[in-house]
């Protein structure tokens, strides 16, 4: 499976402020997602990220608060804008083969945002 | 869009015993069904999954079994072991996107 790597792996922010995450993948994969796992919860999908357009928001995520680039096969970011204690989360990229195969979705480490 | 729902949200049993977790789904066109464990302050991981042309799957102590008429699924574990201790959770995908279970604590007593 692909190897991802994420980072930063955590970080304190103040109230205010962006941040933004980077997911690298040794290999070429056709789809690259975001999710935010909240303390003892699950995992909720925040986008999926196209290669080359737009990021695809899912309802309560929009563009404006959580930008999302994919500029190649490998790479993603999510910048988590004006952020608010709110947001302090754990953020984690997946990526998977997708297609017809339905290959499973392989995560990241995740970022562990605090936000004060 | 699709909704699915995992029970139960905790679950402990002795060492050796079997667990079973169970995920409903509502949307019919969801035909990939994995599942995660997740421990503390680790990233999901994929134990196992199950496509929607096939009832059930077997890997060592993990088979998960596949109903899409009723549109459920289930975890068998058997056998457990303390380092089965964990978070489960369940997803249900459809083209590539996955919705998940609230997740399971599974805490097996040595």
């Known amino acids: 499976s692909a190897v991802i790597s994420q980072k930063p792996s955590r970080d304190i922010c103040q109230r205010g402020t962006s941040l933004t995450i980077q997911c690298q993948v040794d290999s070429q994969v056709t789809m690259m997602f975001w999710y935010r796992q909240q303390p003892g919860q699950s995992l909720t999908l925040i986008a999926t990220a196209n290669q080359g357009s737009e990021a695809t928001y899912e309802s309560g995520f929009v563009i404006d608060k959580f930008p999302i680039s994919r500029p190649n096969l490998t790479f993603s970011t999510l910048t988590v804008s004006n952020m608010s204690p709110e947001d302090s989360s754990i953020y984690l990229c997946?990526?998977?083969?997708?297609?017809?195969?339905?290959?499973?979705?392989?995560f990241g480490d995740g970022t562990r945002l605090s936000i004060l | 869009g699709e909704n699915v729902e995992q029970h139960p949200s905790t679950l402990s049993v002795q060492e050796g015993d079997s667990a079973v977790i169970k995920c409903t789904y509502s949307d019919s066109a969801s035909n990939y069904f994995p599942w995660y464990k997740q421990e503390l302050g680790k990233r999901p991981q994929l134990i196992i999954d199950?496509?929607?042309?096939?009832g059930e799957k077997k890997d060592q102590r993990i088979a998960v079994t596949l109903n899409k008429t009723a549109k459920h699924f289930s975890l068998h574990i058997t056998e457990t072991q303390p380092e089965d201790s964990a978070v489960y959770f369940c997803a249900a995908d459809e083209a590539g996107k996955s919705t998940f279970g609230d997740g399971t604590t599974l805490t097996v007593k040595p």
């Open positions: 199950i496509r929607s042309n096939v």
């Open positions: 997946s990526v998977a083969a997708g297609g017809a195969a339905k290959q499973p979705q392989h």
